[in-house]
C-alpha cells in the first residue's frame, strides 16, 4: 500500500470538489437527485480463454469534423476525463486500494460497454488524444511496478490475472476497447532485480502500446525532500529507463500523490546534468480530470480517480461514486469527434479553451 497522511487532506479536497461540482451539476441537471436507471454489468467474462487479441494502438479515427458532425455526435473535448488510478491486483486484498483481478475485469468491462477507448496518460497530457467520434476516453495508470500488474510467462505471454492480462482480456472481448495503460515504475520495476528480466519486461510493454514512466526512483514522499534530492528521485528513475533502452518519461506519478514544496520542481528540472520535462503529473485522487485542451488543465497536478466502490470515504470520490455520476451528466463528459486535428466543443465553451492550442477549434 502507498497511501500516507497525505489521505486526510486529499479527502478533505474531494469533499470540497464533490460538493461544489454536486452544486454546479445541480443547476444543469435537474434529473441529479433521480437515481440512474443503468442496468448491472452483463454475462461474466470466461476465464482466459480469450486470446490477447491486440487491436491496433494508436490508429487515428480517421473522421475529419464539421460543426453539423460534431453536434451529432454531441462531442465535447472540453469534458471531464476519468484517469483511473490502481494499485496492487491480487486475489486476496490486503488494503483497501487493492482490487482484485475480478474487480478490475468488471471495471473494464463496464468501462467498455459505456463506450470508454483507454489512452495513455502521455497521449493525455499532450493532448493527442485519437479516439472514435462519439466516444469517451479513459486513461489507466496502475501504480508502484507492482508484479501483479505485469509479469511474462514461460510462453512470452502476460500471466493470467495480472493487469495486462486482464486488459487483453477485456479487449479481446470489446474489441472497441483499446489495451493500452500506464505504469509507473519505481526502482525495481514488477518486482524484478536483474538488468535482462526488467528490460524485457518494460520493452515489451512499450512495444505493445504501453506506457512505462516514472515514479521516482525510491518512492519517497516528495515533500519532505529538499529540491535537489526531489530532482535526484525523479532523475535517477529517468536514467533507469535509458538503461532498459525504453523511451524517456513524458509523465510521471506523485509519490503518495503528494507535491514537493516547490511544486515545479516534479514536472521540470536536472539533477547531474540530466534533464526532465514532463508533459503531466499526476496527483492520487480524488475527482475526473479537465480536459488537456481546458484553459483551467493544471498540467502539474493532474486528478485522477481511486478504483474502488462506494464504501466509507469512498462513498463521494472513487471510481464507482465517478463513473456513475459522469453516466448521469452526460454534458460535463469529454465526447470525441473522432478529429484528432481538431477540438470541437459546444458554442458556450469556447470561452474555456486553452489559448496555446493551435489546433482548429470547432464549435457548434
Ligand atoms: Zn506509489
Known amino acids: 500500500m502507498r497511501i500516507s497522511a497525505s489521505l486526510a487532506r486529499i479527502i478533505g479536497i474531494a469533499n470540497v470538489v464533490v460538493v461544489t461540482v454536486a452544486i454546479i451539476g445541480l443547476g444543469l441537471m435537474p434529473s441529479e437527485g433521480r437515481p440512474h436507471a443503468r442496468s448491472p454489468l452483463g454475462a461474466e467474462v470466461q476465464n482466459s480463454v480469450a486470446p490477447p487479441t491486440l487491436t491496433p494502438v494508436g490508429e487515428p479515427p480517421g473522421v475529419v469534423a464539421t460543426p453539423e458532425f460534431a453536434r451529432q455526435v454531441s462531442a465535447n473535448e472540453l469534458g471531464l476525463v476519468p484517469v483511473m488510478m490502481y494499485h496492487r491486483i491480487v486475489t486476496k486484498p490486503l488494503a483497501s486500494i487493492d482490487r482484485t483481478p475480478d474487480q478490475l475485469r468488471k471495471e ?19 493532448g493527442d488524444i485519437q479516439v472514435p467520434a462519439g466516444k469517451f476516453p479513459v486513461v489507466l495508470t496502475f501504480d508502484d511496478g507492482h508484479p501483479s500488474h505485469f509479469a511474462l510467462g514461460v510462453d512470452g505471454n502476460p500471466v493470467p490475472g495480472t493487469a495486462v492480462a486482464v486488459i487483453q482480456e477485456v479487449a479481446g472481448k470489446y474489441p472497441s476497447f483499446r489495451p493500452v495503460a500506464t505504469f509507473w515504475i519505481n526502482k525495481e520495476p514488477f518486482g524484478l532485480r536483474d538488468h535482462a528480466s526488467q528490460a524485457t519486461a518494460v520493452r515489451w510493454l512499450v512495444d505493445h502500446g504501453h506506457e512505462v514512466a516514472n515514479h521516482t526512483w525510491g518512492h519517497r514522499n516528495l515533500r519532505a525532500l529538499k529540491r ?21 518519461s513524458r509523465t510521471m506519478a506523485l509519490p503518495y500523490g503528494t507535491l514537493p514544496r516547490g511544486k515545479k520542481a516534479a514536472r521540470t528540472g536536472s539533477w547531474d546534468g540530466t534533464r526532465y520535462d514532463f508533459a503531466g503529473v499526476f496527483l492520487a485522487g480524488a475527482e475526473p480530470s479537465v480536459s488537456p ?72
Open 293 to 364: 485542451y481546458a484553459k483551467n488543465f493544471d498540467r502539474g497536478a493532474i486528478q485522477r480517480i481511486q478504483s474502488n466502490g462506494k464504501r466509507g470515504e469512498c462513498r463521494t470520490w472513487c471510481s464507482q461514486h465517478w463513473l456513475e455520476w459522469l453516466d448521469r451528466h452526460p454534458g460535463e463528459r469529454y465526447v470525441s469527434d473522432g478529429d484528432p486535428a481538431r477540438i470541437s466543443i459546444p458554442e458556450e465553451l469556447r470561452g474555456n479553451i486553452g489559448a496555446k492550442r493551435g489546433l482548429q477549434v470547432i464549435a457548434y
Open 108 to 126: 473494464l468491462e463496464r468501462l467498455a460497454e459505456r463506450g470508454y477507448v483507454p489512452i495513455t496518460a502521455r497521449e493525455f497530457a499532450t
Open 228 to 248: 535537489k534530492k526531489v530532482h535526484e528521485q525523479i532523475v535517477r528513475l529517468e536514467r533507469l529507463l535509458e538503461k532498459l533502452g525504453v523511451p524517456s
